[in-house]
């Protein structure tokens, strides 16, 4: 079953902050976030690998909450260039790979 | 450069005639996958590959066949496709279990 996201769109100012949640009925073992402009391919954001682990990539950041089974992605001061659909992706079982349902973003001017 | 190649990136065809839509690449990676996306359905995994002849069904597997010949090559065929497998299919590799998803270009499918 895929991880549920939260919310499943959001439009923004630019500048203004959003965060995204990924819920997952069973464990989590590592989580993995992209971004997908339209048309395009996914592009691998970060890889969170433990419960608790928090990570940055400029004003990207996520947290990982291993008991929760969710994880979180925070933009902060949002850009034009944020603008797409956010995915999360985590291992099912043991091979198998899925993603979270999508959220759509949109930043405005 | 590190990469996923997959082709055609457009294809237009008819009902019934076989197609296959190849994907390669060039990392080593063991695992291989296959994914359609859809408005408001997200990404869909159709096939997954653990290794060299080791593949398993994903979630939306009916219609579709894969093979792994080669750990470099996972082709994915549609021995007669129907209009509602009209897609934008994504091939993805991963190094390990937990490492992250490189994507191909996608192919976008239209089956009239």
């Known amino acids: 079953q895929q991880p549920v996201q939260s919310p499943q769109a959001v439009i923004l100012r630019e500048g203004e902050d959003a965060v995204i949640n990924c819920s997952s009925s069973?464990?989590?073992?590592?989580v993995h976030w992209y971004r997908q402009k339209h048309g395009e391919a996914p592009v691998f954001l970060m890889i969170?690998?433990?419960?608790?682990e928090q990570k940055g990539h400029d004003k990207i950041s996520a947290s990982f909450n291993e008991k929760k089974q969710q994880s979180s992605l925070y933009l902060t001061a949002s850009q034009l260039s944020y603008s797409g659909t956010y995915f999360c992706?985590?291992?099912?079982?043991?091979?198998?790979?899925?993603f979270g349902t999508g959220t759509r973003l949109k930043v405005l001017a | 450069e590190a990469q996923v190649t997959q082709n055609p990136r457009y294809l237009i065809t008819v009902t019934g005639k076989k197609l296959t839509v190849t994907c390669s690449q060039n990392?080593?990676?063991?695992?291989m996958s296959w994914y359609r996306q859809d408005p408001g359905l997200g990404l869909r995994q159709i096939y997954y590959?653990?290794?060299?002849?080791?593949?398993d069904k994903g979630d939306v597997p009916e219609g579709y066949k894969v093979s792994r010949k080669e750990k470099r090559n996972f082709p994915l065929i549609l021995e007669s496709p129907s209009p509602n497998q009209t897609s934008l299919y994504f091939c993805?590799?991963?190094?390990?279990?937990?490492?992250?998803?490189?994507f191909g270009q996608g192919t976008r499918l239209t089956v009239v």
């Open positions: 993805a590799s991963r190094l390990g279990r937990t490492s992250e998803a490189f």
């Open positions: 069973k464990a989590l073992y590592s």
């Open positions: 969170l690998l433990k419960g608790g």
């Open positions: 992706g985590t291992v099912s079982g043991t091979y198998k790979y899925i």
């Open positions: 990392m080593n990676h063991e695992y």
């Open positions: 590959s653990m290794n060299v002849e080791v593949t």
